[in-house]
């Protein structure tokens, strides 16, 4: 019964200005994101701008192939064409944070509904405020444990590169970047499907939006049975990611244009997919002078194991077998955590294919030889890919909907004195 009302009084009151307004009328900002093919991807949160477009906040891996979303009006279903996408430049860099913005088609019955009053976003969220779900089927929660802010590793293009080298001069500052920031959560945990949901703080701030889930192993637990016997356990508990908002203030700083999936982006598009499937080492962050080829000939060497295991392993003694064991599963474990960091739920292992794939599409859409790929650096090769994503940034004249405003402080706990 409690938990049935905090849900109601949450999900009543969380996205208003001031608490207040009935169920419904608070929560059509809410809509659902779907990509081709896809029952439901995730989730986004719904708003107008001072041009009187349509504009969704979302996570920017739901954001990439995103055609679609759909709210629900009156009891009736609106579905609207996603017509163009912007992700936070941080996120194909580094992959954070895992924001991004859609621009979806008119709709006169969604417009009139939405709000007119900008929503409020919380610019200083700290520790251990607490962000909460806002889905009237969904109700999760998490307090911030970890706050990542950095300065990004990115680096304006050179006016004139070498010869051959279509990468950048090192050491060169990003034009209007700002500070990354991602927050990490620890709480009750999300689902697949609910990345993009936006989380608010207890006065009903926006705090974030969600992209990820994963779970961690706390310390070991000594739990007494019922009997005499106890148990040492691992115990598994949730981390969620959120993408803060504060790089809304001024989009058109660092939001750059998603690809078309077809026309002369095509293989663009098709690169930025199979990114998402590399490695989390493979970023400016962890290898920027690291080759190509360097890279994929390291990568193999260390999951060359896994394959092995997988056609059996004729000839390794016992022992061999159970390192191999051992590191194939350590592997997949840190590829499942890294990956859902990123919004995956379910980890991926790039393969040879993937690897073969990216190389084609970037040859073909960079018009270069395959000897030229392998030659780039990883920095090159995603300054490449950032110089063509700002061609098309967030328009300067497009404002959202959104206030910003100062969180509340958290209070300390009181410490207790014995006697």
């Given at each position: 019964?409690?938990?049935?009302?905090?849900?109601?009084?949450?999900?009543?009151?969380?996205?208003?200005?001031?608490?207040?307004?009935?169920?419904?009328?608070?929560?059509?900002?809410?809509?659902?994101?779907?990509?081709?093919?896809?029952d439901?991807?995730?989730?986004?949160?719904?708003?107008?701008?001072?041009?009187?477009?349509?504009?969704?906040?979302?996570?920017?891996?739901?954001?990439?192939?995103?055609?679609?979303?759909?709210?629900?009006?009156?009891?009736?279903?609106?579905?609207?064409?996603?017509e163009?996408?912007?992700?936070?430049?941080?996120?194909?860099?580094?992959?954070?944070?895992?924001?991004?913005?859609?621009?979806?088609?008119?709709?006169?019955?969604?417009?009139?509904?939405?709000?007119?009053?900008?929503?409020?976003?919380a610019?200083?969220?700290?520790?251990?405020?607490?962000?909460?779900?806002?889905?009237k089927?969904?109700?999760?929660?998490?307090?911030?444990?970890?706050?990542?802010?950095?300065?990004p590793?990115?680096?304006?293009?050179?006016?004139?590169?070498?010869?051959?080298v279509?990468?950048?001069?090192?050491?060169?500052?990003?034009?209007?970047?700002?500070?990354?920031?991602?927050?990490?959560?620890?709480?009750?945990?999300?689902?697949?499907?609910?990345?993009?949901?936006?989380?608010?703080?207890?006065?009903?701030?926006?705090?974030?939006?969600?992209?990820?889930?994963?779970?961690?192993?706390?310390k070991?637990?000594?739990?007494?049975?019922?009997?005499?016997?106890?148990?040492?356990?691992?115990?598994?508990?949730?981390?969620?990611?959120?993408?803060?908002l504060?790089?809304?203030?001024?989009?058109?700083?660092?939001?750059?244009?998603?690809?078309?999936?077809?026309?002369d982006?095509?293989?663009?598009?098709?690169?930025?997919?199979?990114?998402?499937?590399?490695?989390?080492?493979?970023?400016?962050?962890?290898?920027?002078?690291?080759?190509?080829?360097?890279?994929?000939?390291?990568?193999?060497?260390?999951?060359e194991?896994?394959?092995?295991?997988?056609?059996?392993?004729?000839?390794?003694?016992?022992?061999?077998?159970?390192?191999?064991?051992?590191?194939?599963?350590q592997?997949?474990?840190?590829?499942?955590?890294?990956?859902?960091?990123?919004?995956y739920?379910?980890?991926?292992?790039?393969?040879?294919?993937s690897?073969?794939?990216?190389?084609?599409?970037?040859?073909?859409?960079?018009?270069?030889?395959?000897?030229?790929?392998?030659?780039?650096?990883?920095?090159?090769?995603?300054?490449?890919?950032?110089?063509?994503?700002?061609?098309?940034?967030?328009?300067?004249?497009?404002?959202?909907?959104?206030?910003?405003?100062?969180?509340s402080?958290?209070?300390?706990?009181?410490?207790?004195?014995?006697?």
């Amino acid at each position: 019964m409690i938990k049935a009302w905090i849900i109601k009084a949450w999900t009543t009151s969380c996205l208003s200005r001031n608490g207040r307004g009935d169920q419904r009328s608070e929560l059509m900002n809410l809509c659902d994101v779907f990509q081709p093919d896809e029952d439901h991807y995730g989730k986004g949160l719904m708003l107008k701008t001072n041009t009187d477009e349509l504009y969704v906040i979302t996570a920017a891996h739901v954001a990439i192939g995103a055609t679609k979303v759909m709210t629900d009006i009156g009891n009736k279903e609106q579905e609207m064409a996603v017509e163009m996408a912007w992700m936070h430049e941080g996120y194909l860099a580094d992959g954070h944070p895992d924001l991004a913005l859609l621009r979806i088609e008119h709709n006169d019955i969604v417009r009139a509904a939405l709000r007119a009053k900008p929503l409020i976003a919380a610019d200083n969220v700290s520790l251990r405020h607490e962000l909460f779900s806002v889905d009237k089927q969904r109700f999760f929660k998490g307090e911030v444990t970890e706050i990542h802010s950095e300065v990004p590793s990115c680096v304006a293009p050179a006016a004139a590169p070498a010869a051959g080298v279509m990468g950048p001069a090192a050491g060169t500052s990003t034009a209007g970047s700002q500070p990354r920031m991602w927050l990490q959560l620890s709480g009750v945990t999300s689902m697949p499907g609910d990345s993009g949901t936006p989380m608010v703080t207890a006065e009903g701030h926006l705090g974030g939006v969600l992209h990820g889930v994963s779970p961690h192993t706390s310390k070991s637990k000594r739990h007494m049975s019922s009997t005499t016997n106890s148990l040492t356990r691992r115990a598994l508990h949730p981390l969620l990611y959120i993408a803060p908002l504060d790089s809304l203030r001024s989009p058109s700083e660092s939001f750059v244009a998603v690809p078309l999936p077809e026309g002369d982006t095509t293989h663009l598009y098709k690169a930025l997919e199979l990114l998402e499937l590399m490695p989390h080492t493979f970023s400016i962050k962890k290898n920027p002078t690291m080759t190509i080829a360097e890279y994929r000939e390291a990568y193999f060497s260390t999951a060359e194991p896994s394959s092995l295991l997988s056609e059996g392993g004729d000839g390794a003694d016992g022992a061999v077998m159970k390192a191999l064991n051992r590191l194939s599963k350590q592997i997949s474990r840190v590829s499942e955590q890294i990956n859902s960091m990123r919004g995956y739920e379910k980890g991926e292992m790039a393969t040879e294919a993937s690897f073969k794939s990216l190389r084609e599409h970037l040859m073909q859409h960079f018009n270069i030889t395959r000897a030229e790929i392998d030659s780039m650096t990883i920095m090159q090769l995603y300054m490449n890919l950032l110089k063509e994503l700002r061609k098309k940034p967030f328009p300067e004249e497009v404002k959202l909907q959104l206030n910003f405003s100062s969180a509340s402080r958290v209070i300390p706990p009181k410490l207790r004195h014995g006697g």
